[in-house]
């Protein structure tokens, strides 16, 4: 396929657009979309194009568009945007000629830059626009443009403000609010979100300059219009002359953690505060403020530093923790990742359990603060949970599928793509059945509290939800007189190709797991620290439930492996129909098995959207052995399109720890070209989270050979042969480990001041400073 990308040999940190074409503006304005976890911008072009998605969203802001919809994140005005006119001509890549051409996202800085000589009549200017959302002050962004006439004398016309003309794809999710100038130069506009009642102050201000003489014959002009606040400049350029525009931005909303209770006119007041102060220092200030702190809170810590040719494997990391950042709400636990960040549309902003399996473990081994506040968010999503487990006939917490604020519960819509044959729309069953969330979300948590050791959480909170989601399953599961066994039936597994299966495999073994925790948790508790237990037991019915686990726990139905060592994925996987799947394989696309078959008809194959089996494996690779692994890895992978996002890093980690590095190998390529490779239409609802969690993962489960195993630290490096060495840092119990792998072996560096266990090969090592081993 064609590309517009390109990653430079000597340059891991930047990701360069070398051609401009509207039809591909997607890709661009997602993978290099900008943010800091409170706000996040696709990086759309200044001037408009058709085709474009012109995004700006803060996080945690739900709002419902009507009662047939679900919430979503609202697209926020956007404050971007600017037109120029030269000589009334609109700037517009798509007439004239354009030359020099590039579109670069610097992921050490933050900062995106574009620049390009236009060329149009007579017109002929040089261009460059630098644009950075403040990873150091959260509500801010700022923008630069230069523009040098390297012809004739020309009139630049520029108009640039506030427009609240966006939509979510035609749901408008904002009341048009108050507009102001003040000073004759901050813009405000003060719209409110329809049905959460959310008030957002957003703000702006420009500074224009010619190079030499500020202002100096700039004619200024403010205009409003439906939704619309913006000034309007004119300025005449001699030949080599060049101007210089800054616009400083913000945005602040009434559940802005800090500023809880002020109201709007408070807000404004800050707003306006904090941009004199912004506007006077300058674009340059603010970039290199931001450029500070992400150096500072993110490339500082435990950096991964690879020693190969391919720098694309080097870059792919930097890719992903830059989004990892871009899109988590560090700053305030009642908000968790979406699925595609704060880089577009696609999943409405919602969290799913790609947060838990795939970018909290990233968090969690080394950014354990930020780790805290994503499991804080599932604990005071407990009454969205236990509301939905009520509503379905259940007891206990029962997690959402899809989960926006965190007291909403359900947030699944209920109808989808359209169904080839009937051409209606396809029913989402995920809300109502994609059921093994609630033991994923237990997962993360269960993970947390191993790897952290942070007692604190564990008491206040995480115990809690350990509990309250096995009395959830206890109360799911089924009595089958029949097979004298408790089942459960009619759900979704990870593999979402099989709607309504019985006796999911994952399901079934979580569940299990779930409650087993449960059980030991409670034994231990209760014993050791009898008192802390009975503050906990006041909160929850933990005896009878007690009671009730340990007389379900053994008569689970767990699907084992059969005589050929396969483990059924449900009850009737493995007696469905095989077809060639080698078409859909290698199709570029993903998904295009539905351009001839719709989902009634491929719940009925033997083919797997994504790792479902072969993810239990490697979360609890302790409960299977290697030989059950590698049967069902040369069965389930076969039957698998990786179609969706979640799939490829769980093979590639899967296929390291069988030893088949090269195969590994190429899935960790597969895997990071996700978003940063050559389909151009791939990113454009936003990037895939779950995949950029994945890449970290690939990387230090996959080749560092680390994971936590029954609250165990095991440490079992692999590199791929195409790596010479691998660096990477992770927290363990709050002490600071340094990862040093070759081919030859692996050297660990405790940097804390407490001593750690690990285990590798089979052997317990105590870590007090530093131990070396040669494979
Ligand atoms: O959570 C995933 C799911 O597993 C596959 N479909 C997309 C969802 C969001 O990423």
Not at 326 to 343: F, Q, Y
Not at 456 to 476: H, N, P
Request: proline fraction near 3%; hydrophobic fraction near 35%; glycine fraction near 6%.
């Amino acid at each position: 396929m064609e590309t517009a990308m390109q990653y430079l040999k000597e340059d891991p940190w930047k990701i360069t657009e070398k051609t401009f074409d509207t039809k591909w503006l997607g890709k661009a304005e997602a993978i290099m979309c900008l943010g800091n976890g409170y706000l996040g911008m696709r990086s759309v072009t200044e001037e408009k194009y058709v085709g474009e998605t012109r995004n700006l969203f803060v996080a945690g802001t739900f709002n419902k568009f009507d009662e047939n919809e679900v919430t979503e994140l609202p697209n926020v005005p956007d404050m971007i945007g600017m037109e120029l006119l030269f000589d009334g001509e609109r700037l517009d890549l798509s007439k004239g000629k354009y030359s020099n051409y590039s579109r670069v996202l610097n992921l050490r800085t933050g900062e995106l830059t574009r620049s390009f000589q236009w060329k149009h009549g007579q017109i002929n200017v040089e261009l460059t626009f630098k644009r950075c959302v403040s990873f150091a002050q959260k509500h801010v962004f700022a923008q630069q443009v230069l523009v040098e006439n390297l012809g004739k004398e020309v009139t630049l016309e520029i108009i640039s403000g506030i427009d609240g003309q966006k939509t979510n794809s035609g749901s408008q999710h904002f009341t048009e609010g108050d507009k102001s100038l003040t000073e004759n130069r901050f813009l405000q506009m003060m719209p409110k979100t329809t049905q959460s009642k959310i008030a957002f102050v957003l703000s702006t201000v420009h500074n224009l300059e010619k190079t030499e003489d500020c202002y100096d014959g700039t004619k200024k002009r403010i205009e409003m219009g439906r939704r619309k606040i913006y000034n309007r400049y004119w300025q005449t350029l001699a030949p080599n002359e060049t101007l210089k525009l800054e616009k400083f931005s913000s945005v602040y909303t009434t559940i802005d953690k800090e500023h809880l209770g002020k109201t709007p006119q408070d807000l404004k007041k800050i707003a306006l505060e904090e941009l004199k102060e912004i506007r006077k220092n300058g674009y340059q200030e603010l970039a290199k403020a931001s450029a500070a702190a992400w150096d500072k809170e993110v490339w500082s810590v435990f950096p991964i530093k690879i020693k190969t040719e391919n720098t694309l494997d080097q870059l792919a990391i930097h890719f992903a923790k830059y989004h990892l950042h871009v899109m988590t709400p560090a700053h305030d636990e009642r908000m968790n990742i979406g699925a595609k960040g704060l880089s577009g549309e696609g999943y409405k902003g919602h969290t799913f359990w790609d947060t838990e399996i795939f970018m909290l473990p990233y968090f969690t081994f080394t950014h354990p603060e930020i780790a805290k506040k994503l499991v804080t968010y599932r604990y005071l999503g407990l009454a969205g949970a236990h509301k939905k487990a009520t509503e379905n006939g259940y007891q206990g917490a029962q997690f959402p599928w899809e989960a926006a604020w965190p007291e909403d519960g359900e947030t699944t819509p209920v109808w989808g793509a359209a169904d080839i044959l009937t051409g209606l729309p396809t029913k989402i069953w995920s809300g109502f059945i994609e059921q093994h969330i609630t033991s994923d979300v237990t997962y993360g948590i269960k993970q947390f509290i191993d790897v952290t050791n942070d007692q604190q959480f564990a008491w206040e909170k995480g115990y809690e939800v350990i509990f309250d989601t096995a009395i959830f399953w206890a109360s799911r599961l089924e009595w089958s007189e029949e097979n004298q066994r408790f089942e459960i039936l009619d759900v979704v597994g990870p593999d979402e190709y099989k709607e309504h299966v019985d006796n999911n495999a994952f399901t079934n073994h979580t569940a299990h797991w779930n409650i087993q925790l449960a059980i030991s948790l409670y034994e231990e508790l209760k014993k050791n620290q009898p008192e802390q237990f009975a503050k906990l037991a006041e909160k929850l019915p933990l005896n009878e439930a007690y009671q009730e686990w340990q007389t379900k726990v053994a008569a689970i139905y767990l699907p084992q492996p059969n005589e050929a060592g396969i483990i059924p994925q449900d009850d009737t996987y493995l007696t469905k129909k095989e077809i060639d799947l080698t078409k859909y394989k290698n199709d570029s696309q993903v998904g295009t098995l539905f351009h001839e078959y719709n989902l009634e008809q491929v719940n009925e194959m033997q083919v797997s959207k994504q790792a479902d089996v072969l993810l239990l494996l490697f979360l609890f690779e302790n409960l299977f052995s290697k030989e059950e692994k590698r049967l069902n890895w040369d069965y389930y992978e076969p039957k698998t399109l990786h179609d969706s996002s979640l799939s490829l890093s769980t093979h590639a980690i899967l296929a390291a720890d069988l030893g088949e590095i090269a195969l590994s190998y190429d899935l960790f390529q597969q895997a990071i070209n996700i978003d940063m490779g050559e389909n151009m239409l791939s990113s454009n609802e936003g990037i895939h989270a779950a995949s950029l969690g994945g890449i970290w993962q690939m990387t230090v489960f996959g080749y560092g050979g680390v994971r936590c195993l029954d609250g165990q630290l095991r440490i079992e490096p692999h590199l791929p042969k195409a790596w010479e060495a691998l660096e990477f840092g992770i927290m363990w119990h709050q002490q600071p480990l340094k990862i040093e792998v070759t081919q030859e072996g692996f050297t660990v560096t405790n940097h804390g001041e407490q001593a750690i266990e690990f285990i590798a090969f089979d052997k317990v090592y105590l870590l007090e400073e530093q131990i070396k081993i040669t494979f």
